[in-house]
């Protein structure tokens, strides 16, 4: 997506869970543990993948899209698919965007990733300049100097 920014990935902290439970110092019981209204959620706004569960191997995991932000008000909160990211996007100003996959046959779930989207995204440096990445999207920096860059432009 164009407006995706400030992207986390999770999957060294998925890596140290399942490192964990091969080791037996967790259980299954401690990591499958999908809430009724997450796999609802999986099942009616879920995006299937290609991937196998890591714990079952016997299902495929499903990617849900939850929405946060101050602009959504009633629908922060929600799952949404991910066809309909890119239209709230570019009616809203900012809002997160948290990943999680669901096994909906044993209820593994772990957050995959976050990131931010919304129109602010496209009022960064121009197209291909040096704060993009190969998105579009303002490049990620951990002290938010893109953030400082706007807010020193607008002023």
């Given amino acids: 997506m164009r407006t995706q920014r400030q992207v986390v990935d999770y999957s060294l902290r998925k890596r140290a869970v399942l490192r964990e439970l091969l080791a037996g110092r967790v259980g299954t019981y401690d990591v499958c543990d999908a809430s009724p209204y997450l796999k609802n959620a999986a099942r009616f706004h879920g995006e299937p993948t290609d991937e196998r569960c890591p714990i079952c ?3 495929n995991l499903t990617h849900v899209h939850y929405i946060y932000g101050d602009e959504l ?3 922060a909160g929600q799952a949404r698919t991910l066809a ?3 239209v709230l996007a570019m009616t809203v100003r900012e809002f997160q965007v948290f ?4 096994c909906l046959g044993c209820d593994w ?3 995959v990733e976050q990131y931010l989207l919304g129109r602010d995204g496209l009022t960064g440096s121009p197209e291909g300049g040096p704060d993009q990445d190969a998105v579009g999207g303002t490049a990620a920096s951990g002290n938010g100097a893109g953030s400082r860059r706007r807010r020193e432009a607008q002023r």
């Avoid at 990943?99 to 669901?102: G, K, L, Q």
Wanted: hydrophobic share 30%; proline share 6%.
């Fill in 73 to 75: 008000r009633q629908s």
């Fill in 109 to 111: 779930n772990h957050l």
């Fill in 84 to 86: 309909e990211l890119p």
């Fill in 57 to 59: 191997r016997s299902e």
């Fill in 99 to 102: 990943v999680v996959e669901v």
